[in-house]
């Protein structure tokens, strides 16, 4: 396997990410910049203050979690009553077929006992 990067790809990496010292006087600039007057925030006794947002996000999510399970729920057991729906009206069919075929050959066989055919035309079936 050839590699993609020249053999001084390390040492160019390790100059680029080497620490750098702030320039003269970074600090006092930086120090003159912040308010002098800051004032503590308040702190409540039992927790941190947290938005109202936060505050509600486990139970919201929570809620939509339980309202996509029962409409899921709900979606599948509709689709199982349509699919059961269907097969009971392909089974009522199938029988339907089935009776008719049986009646039509009841019809046959009611037909060739009460109208036999003649003696002279049977043939010998010992």
């Given at each position: 396997?050839?590699?993609?990067?020249?053999?001084?790809?390390?040492?160019?990496?390790?100059?680029?990410?080497?620490?750098?010292?702030?320039?003269?006087?970074?600090?006092?600039?930086?120090?003159?910049?912040?308010?002098?007057?800051?004032?503590?925030?308040p702190v409540r006794a039992n927790a941190a203050p947290r938005a109202l947002s936060h505050r509600f996000a486990m139970p919201?999510?929570?809620?939509?979690?339980?309202?996509?399970?029962?409409?899921?729920?709900?979606?599948?057991?509709?689709?199982?009553?349509?699919?059961?729906?269907?097969?009971?009206?392909?089974?009522?069919?199938?029988?339907?077929?089935?009776?008719?075929?049986?009646?039509?050959?009841?019809?046959?066989?009611?037909?060739?006992?009460?109208?036999?055919?003649?003696?002279?035309?049977?043939?010998?079936?010992?």
């Amino acid at each position: 396997m050839t590699d993609k990067f020249p053999g001084n790809f390390e040492d160019e990496l390790r100059r680029a990410l080497r620490p750098v010292d702030a320039p003269d006087g970074f600090t006092d600039r930086l120090m003159s910049a912040l308010p002098t007057d800051a004032k503590p925030m308040p702190v409540r006794a039992n927790a941190a203050p947290r938005a109202l947002s936060h505050r509600f996000a486990m139970p919201a999510a929570l809620a939509a979690s339980l309202l996509a399970a029962v409409l899921l729920g709900q979606h599948v057991a509709v689709e199982n009553e349509r699919r059961a729906e269907q097969q009971g009206r392909e089974a009522s069919l199938e029988l339907m077929q089935a009776l008719r075929v049986t009646s039509q050959k009841l019809d046959l066989v009611y037909e060739a006992v009460n109208n036999p055919p003649p003696a002279g035309d049977e043939e010998n079936r010992s």
